[in-house]
């Protein structure tokens, strides 16, 4: 168990690494050594070190009772691969059916595949995705500052004069804010800084659309 806690970071990034190598390999084996099933023991190794990841988080908690950097990190993995990162999966899975089948000289695509790619680069479907995926970002962030609130906070009085007076965003004393450390408060406000340039920048495709603005 002290292995585990002193050694938590070395653990999510080997996992990490291992992740990303067996997605690669599910591309070369698949792809070009037309191993199917092999293929799939990747995928599946993938999925298991992504619930390792979780339990790991889950672990460490209830060993310290505290919410850290680690476990916030580990959240937005998961939680991008259950969301977003299914769609890149999907587009890097083309990608390399592409390229592999180039190189093979051999047709690795379906029709459907053709049309979602021609599709991505259409300025109103780029746009549409765009402003969905801003809405689950803001849903996202917003369920998790209401976690960080409800953990740090007793009630909802106490946390109205948060909301009605916003002086207290960019100082530099915790205690000043509605979070229980500096850790919470810190990443809060790098991800607040983030939503409002992944918002700004996700709604330009639909009020700045372009002829040809492919991904």
Not at 28 to 55: D, G, H
Not at 172 to 181: A, D, I, L, R, V
Not at 183 to 200: E, N, P
Request: with cysteine; hydrophobic share 45%.
């Amino acid at each position: 168990m002290d292995f585990i806690l002193e050694y938590q970071w070395e653990l999510f990034i080997s996992a990490e690494v291992v992740s990303l190598a067996s997605i690669l390999l599910f591309g070369v084996v698949r792809y070009v050594f037309n191993k199917q099933k092999l293929s799939l023991a990747f995928l599946l190794l993938f999925i298991l070190l992504l619930f390792l990841e979780a339990a790991l988080a889950i672990f460490i908690y209830r060993e310290t009772g505290e919410i850290s950097t680690f476990q916030i990190i580990i959240t937005v993995f998961v939680i991008y691969a259950c969301t977003f990162g299914i769609s890149d999966f999907r587009k890097l899975d083309r990608w390399m059916r592409f390229k592999i089948g180039n190189w093979r000289g051999t047709e690795l695509l379906t029709d459907k595949d053709k049309y979602v790619m021609k599709k991505q680069k259409d300025p109103k479907y780029i746009a549409k995705k765009y402003r969905w995926s801003s809405i689950i970002h803001f849903l996202i962030f917003s369920i998790a500052q209401s976690i960080f609130w409800t953990y740090s906070l007793d009630s909802m009085e106490e946390a109205l004069p948060y909301l009605t007076d916003l002086s207290w965003i960019g100082t530099e004393n915790p205690e000043e804010t509605p979070y229980s450390n500096e850790t919470i408060y810190g990443i809060s406000m790098v991800w607040g800084l983030v939503f409002i340039v992944d918002f700004i920048y996700s709604w330009s495709y639909t009020i700045f659309p372009s002829k040809q603005r492919g991904e």
